[in-house]
Structures are given as structure tokens and as C-alpha cells.
DNA sequence: CATTTGACTCTAT
DNA sequence: AATAGAGCCAAAT
């Protein structure tokens, strides 16, 4: 299991509940690893995705913008979704860390 | 087996 | 405050 580290990742976005989402940094850290937030993305890109039980839209930036460009549809699809979870978006097209940003 | 790359984040200018 | 650059570490080739 050389991918441990990508099954890990995944089994802690999945426990994401809806309407909140978590930046990368803050997934890395919670599998134990604050400094590979840049894998945490990476293993979402070879995630089986949302239908797999890996909501990678709830996952933004430690801003709370998008992965515009490399997400299924685009950002539009997926600040659609994570609004029709009850996600709350500031008027930048970013999600309102300070109210939707999840917390273990 | 070595090199390249990558959905990030922080620090410095 | 905004922009630019470097660092991190594992997976893919």
C-alpha cells in the first residue's frame, strides 16, 4: 500500500459533512501531515471522486477559492454544488472560511 | 534507480 | 497590500 498516504487522505475528506468545507493544509494535517497539502490535491485528482465518497469539490484553498481548471466540470459546477450543500459564498466567488470551514 | 512534476502554503521583497 | 519566489515530499514516468 504505497498509497496509504492517499487512502488516509481520502478516509478524512470523506468524514467532510455537507455544507462545510476544508483547505488542503487542513486535511494534510489532519492525516498527520501539514507539509504534503500539496498531495492532499494530488490525491484528489486520482480520487475516484464524489461518487467514490471523496467530495473533492468540499476541498478548496486555505483562501477558500477553487481549483478552477482541473475539477470535473469547473469551478461554476462547483461552487453551484458546494452552495446546494449550504455552503455560504462571499461575494468573490469564495467560500466564507470563518463560517463554512470545517472542523474536526 | 534517478528525474520530473504537482488541486499548496509560507516567506520575502 | 500585492506579487514573486522558494520549499515540501511523495507518486508517476
Redesign the pocket.
Known sequence: M?????ARVYDVVRQIPEGRVA???QVASMVG?P????????A????PGAKGGVP?HR?V??DGSL?AG??FGGPDAQRALLEEEGVTFLADGRVDMGLCQWEA
Open positions: 504505497a498509497e496509504r498516504f492517499f483547505t488542503y493544509g501531515e507539509r504534503k497539502a500539496r498531495f492532499v490535491g494530488f484528489m485528482h486520482s480520487s473533492c476541498v484553498f486555505k481549483c482541473y475539477v
